[in-house]
């Protein structure tokens, strides 16, 4: 059975960042990293805020963290008790991640007795900008308790501080307005409590903090709880952000914290409903798998009608907050067969970030739209130039992410038309989709090289998924997108001459024409890389040449431990290993373009010669290890996908830059082996099927999925299979 | 009046290295570096062998370094006298740079009184085997002599040691015979001395090195003259190298000292007869010059048939002794106007590494021939894929001057097509030089890329002459010389089937007729980059979005002084900031290309940018300046290409790896600005006409040169200019 809960006992000063991603919450407004109540900036506390960025001179945009609603701590007898600097008598944290619920206890020990601390708090999934928290006090003495609760605008930034301005207003409410440096945003956050026993309160403000005393002397051994609520609106949001701040608090002072609690649970419980699964025979894995997708439900812009999800979740400002082809092409299979509206308004981000990538492609003198490789608000590319950091020289190091991995476009189109293809919803074509699969063919297009006298297409100087071979040539992924998208293209033109009312619409037949044509002749035309005598593809152009070794060859030769594999001269950069599946990914996803055989022999050849650097690379493998036959071998890989925050332990730094925080494209990856891998679910001439391709000590396997507007359940126990249709959505 | 002869007092331990590059003498066949005789491998001394290769495992192959039948010191009273340890009382040395004859006088004071040493050397340019030399011995009291003199075969090797058995026969002669590592190539070295006075002699052997002490005792202030002679073979020279040394040695002996010396000088005055340029007005100048002459005539392959000259002469084994492209666009000139022989010679070693140079675009994967970047025997490209050691980490960095720095082969083109042009000597189209033009072209050909659509013939991925960029597209030098080849080619190709029984015997008409047409095209489609509206040439797509700084803050960027500016991440490869002429050199090859206005703004737009990081670029940008009619600009640039070598002061490290020594390039490159820049030589529909544009402070000049088989003397006065046909060569 599934026990929904993840603990950690005891408190180690080194493990702070990685519990503060492993028990985050989130309701797809925000994200609270699981960091302690008396926790600042120095422990990496973060109301991380979804979609709203702002840049502070000429260091990276990010998205804002808000002032923390969250913050308290505890004076007993006149003396703070406060971890870190406490060491506490016993503590210890719990998530329940079957309903968004973050807890800690903590026994502080005095000189007269015990006082123990419970906070129990989540980020409500009804009311998406209020946190709602219980304080617990119980002392085994008189204890004379000063509880300090309040709201700490003094945020843990990576490249801020992003506050110019915070202002306190003197009201009842604890409240701090803060206005963003670049854009001016303000953002509004108002608190209060509730407490049920007589005691003193006194409000105060103390560096960047709006805080209250509440003092009371403890009776022996009773509990005393506080309720606390606290609410976020920024102005984007609404344009008097503090008035409702305050309305959204002063709701749920009166509707308090037990109905909140039933609500919460009410509403991750509707949620589990679609996206639960079942195994029978491997708890550790169900745990898993679960745990992953309550990370993607956590950070699911459920409340938005255009918005895409950043690469580490609502972790923090890693990453830049920015979306990645990992939002298409790992996380998109989750939201599809789980939750479709969600995977539409992923889906529309892109498209109404159209401009941004045709902005991009005239900046480079290209046609068409090139989307960014870590997009932000209105699609604007905040990959910089210089995106990882020199180990030894301390100085920023030129990449080639933003403008030389262009396979960005081609994951944009593969999402609409997965979108269009699993939901048959079409209207995403019309709202834009069209005229952005077609801009991103025009990009292809114009990136097309032919030698003088030879008819063979050729991409050259490019980064494949593979980062740490830096512009290369005729890399196979990004030849085999480019040349789906030329597809896509010419058949949504098709669809577009015979529906000419629908799609399409502002561009006239010649153009329409020219364009079939010319996408139809690059896609016959481009070059996709062959497999050699061993059945083998190259990666790209040459990659037979490097050093052929190992991953463990590879690692021996780092200096420090913090070196950037990749670049011109990383460890790896002339070698053969690399960093994450690459021509495993593109056949992956177009197994049927070469022999079975030769998607084993690419499969056995690439997986020893791969870091999986990047924890977008394990469930690659599982995927084409299931579409092998091999459910054995991807079992460790899925489970590799499934624990990426659950255990911890991934690259925390590429050079000196911190990239830590969640893995939501892991965690998307872990579902796609389980269901598609595993399970064997099939999306074809609108039926599900399953061909189960269980690991051995599976048993058995139990989920619901959506299909072009139906719900089905399916399981599969070692006896039968069934897919039956339970209900329509709409 | 020109001193001939340059000079240093005193000793300075840190200029060891430098005077030995400053003090060179040579022959073509062997150079010797301006060390001391009792100097060892710790103080670079070096007898360096042209056109011998040898490697060691898996290091660089580099020339030979002969062992040194120049060793020798003092034992004064039983003590050994020797720098740097010994403390000379005074000491000087001196080039006699008229005819190549090295001097160094010491004085060592004794307890006793003051012994002066004199030894006065030379490496014969008519018996280029054999170098002479003659100690002379003073005393002011009765000193105890030991001259202990001999043959030390434990040599300077950068990437050695060479010699893995050295025999040393028993004889009365000094000898020593050492094999090498990889080619078992064997090197004799002989020697043997001629004294007229009573002494006692012992033969006897020492670390690596063999022998002979010659104990005398002083009469006061009498002079003691010992005459010594060695003489170098290789197996490359001939079977018994061994016996051939011996009897050089003893031809020597009966000659004599004096004898030989005359024969020396006089040989040097004929070569000078051709080669002196007089100044008049400017003495630093004409010194400088003459001098840089004097290291042109010291290194020329005078004694073979086919061989060229490494990048650094023969100082050493720095940059592997490899010919680089410097030979056809630096150092061919000089020896066109004063020794078209030699420049035959040169292009022979072109030819006849032809197919190296096949072979090596055949490894690339490209038709046609792919000259060495940096070639030796055979045309082996000795250029490491890591020719750059990173200073930080102390790691071999990935360059591409090996596989990109494609502007080689058109220089060889150039070198041919100049030669021919020159003298008129179209025996060497004969001998290969037409075969090698259609395999140029070949290889430019099969490197053009065109965009799907577009019908601009590019270059992708290149260096170009200034290193600092690399893997840039369309480098603009690198476009026009692979035009110019086409366009050579093509004129080729109209002679051949107007003379077919003469040229390209071997190609069939219809092969003839398909590459014709290939090239015409190629000619004509290939991109050259325009100009922008400022008239300023990009030096390749993309420049003008580089950061537009200066070279003094870029250098301030600099970590370590060792660090090398280019590569990936290098302080000048993000920056507009260039290490060499590049647009220059273009212009400055092909002047009639733009506009007067063009070429100055360019002049000016680059110059400032230029780290002139190389000993290539000062003369480029002398020579367009001159054509800019700025001989005052033209001046300091020509005084610093002229001063290479006389001043010091160049580069001598590339990240980690040494590449000091001389810079024949340079002086190659003075020679072109004295004769073509300052002078304004210019050869035309078979005349040679003057056109002089010199500094304001020359007031004439005088100086010969061939042309057409002919010799002129030209006189440029303030009066007057005359060109005069003094004699036919042939």
């Known amino acids: 059975m599934i026990n929904w809960k993840i603990r950690k006992d005891g408190f180690d000063y080194n493990k702070i960042a990685e519990l503060g991603n492993r028990f985050l919450i989130g309701n797809g407004y925000m994200g609270v990293r699981g960091t302690l109540e008396e926790f600042e900036k120095e422990q990496l506390v973060a109301v991380n805020l979804a979609g709203i960025y702002d840049q502070v001179g000429d260091s990276w945009r990010e998205p804002l963290n808000a002032p923390n609603g969250f913050f308290g701590y505890l004076e007993i007898d006149g003396k703070p008790y406060r971890l870190p600097e406490e060491e506490p008598k016993s503590h210890s944290v719990e998530l329940d991640y079957r309903h968004g619920i973050f807890k800690r206890e903590t026994v502080f020990k005095t000189g007269r007795g015990e006082v123990t601390l419970v906070c129990e708090r989540f980020v409500s999934m009804e009311q998406i900008h209020v946190g709602a928290m219980r304080f617990t006090i119980r002392a085994n003495f008189h204890a004379d308790i000063n509880l300090i609760t309040g709201i700490d605008s003094d945020v843990w930034d990576i490249n801020g501080p992003h506050y110019k301005k915070v202002s306190m207003d003197e009201e009842s409410m604890l409240n701090i307005t803060a206005t963003s440096e670049e854009k001016e945003y303000q953002v509004s956050v108002v608190a209060d409590e509730k407490t049920d026993f007589p005691c003193e309160k006194k409000l105060y403000q103390e560096r960047m903090k709006s805080l209250r005393i509440v003092s009371f002397i403890t009776d022996i051994d009773r509990e005393y709880c506080v309720e606390k609520f606290f609410a976020v609106y920024t102005s984007k949001d609404t344009k008097d952000c503090y008035k409702a701040a305050k309305e959204a608090v002063s709701r749920a002072l009166n509707q308090g914290y037990e109905a909140m609690l039933s609500e919460q649970k009410e509403s991750w419980e509707k949620l589990w409903e679609d996206a639960e699964v079942l195994i029978d025979g491997d708890d550790r894995s169900m745990e898993a798998l679960n745990y992953s997708e309550y990370h993607l439900m956590s950070i699911a812009p459920r409340h938005a009608e255009s918005m895409s999800i950043a690469a580490r979740g609502l972790s923090g400002q890693t990453y830049k907050g920015a979306v990645f082809w990992d939002t298409e092409m790992f996380m998109l299979d989750f939201f599809l067969m789980t939750n479709p509206a969600v995977a539409k308004t992923l889906m529309r981000y892109r498209i109404d970030t159209l401009d941004g990538a045709k902005k991009k492609a005239k900046e480079y003198g290209y046609q068409g739209a090139f989307y960014a490789w870590e997009s932000q608000e209105g699609g604007f590319d905040a990959c910089s130039d210089y995106n990882v950091t020199d180990v030894f020289t301390k100085r920023p190091m030129r990449t080639f992410f933003r403008d030389k991995q262009v396979h960005i476009s081609a994951a944009v189109v593969y999402g609409i038309c997965r979108y269009v293809d699993f939901t048959k919803d079409d209207s ?303």
């Open 428 to 730: 995403i074509l019309i709202e834009g989709g069209a005229e952005t699969i077609i801009e991103c063919g025009k990009f292809y297009y114009d990136l097309l090289q032919q030698k003088v006298g030879s008819e063979k297409y050729e991409i050259h100087d490019v980064i494949g998924p593979d980062e740490y071979h830096e512009r290369v040539n005729n890399n196979g992924y990004t030849n085999r997108m480019a040349k789906f998208t030329f597809q896509a293209a010419v058949e949504l033109i098709k669809k577009a001459k015979s529906e000419p009312e629908r799609f399409l619409k502002n561009m006239d037949q010649a153009e329409m024409e020219q364009l079939e044509k010319a996408f139809q002749d690059a896609y016959e035309k481009i070059y996709i890389p062959m497999p050699n005598e061993q059945r083998i593809i190259p990666q790209f152009d040459g990659y037979f040449d490097l050093e052929d070794t190992t991953v463990e060859e590879v690692r021996s030769r780092l200096l420090s431990p913090k070196e950037y594999w990749g670049g011109a001269y990383g460890v790896a950069s002339h070698t053969q290993i690399i960093k994450q599946a690459d021509v495993v990914t593109w056949l992956s996803l177009f197994p049927q373009d070469v022999t079975e055989n030769t998607l084993l022999a690419n499969w056995k050849y690439y997986e020893p010669r791969t870091e999986h650097g990047s924890s977008l690379s394990a469930c690659m493998y599982a995927m084409l290890a299931c579409r092998c036959n091999m459910p054995e071998k991807a079992f460790p890989l899925f489970l590799k996908s499934a624990s990426a925050d659950l255990q911890g332990g991934g690259k925390e730094w590429a050079g000196l830059v911190y990239i830590g925080g969640t893995h939501p494209a892991a965690a998307g990856g872990a579902y796609m082996v389980a269901l598609r891998g595993f399970a064997g679910l099939r999306f074809e001439n609108h039926q599900v099927t399953v061909k189960p391709n269980l690991p051995a000590h599976w048993k058995g396997m139990k989920f619901r999925v959506c299909y072009e507007n139906e719900k089905y359940e399916i399981e599969i126990s070692q006896e039968q299979v069934s897919v039956q249709k339970i209900r329509s959505l709409s």
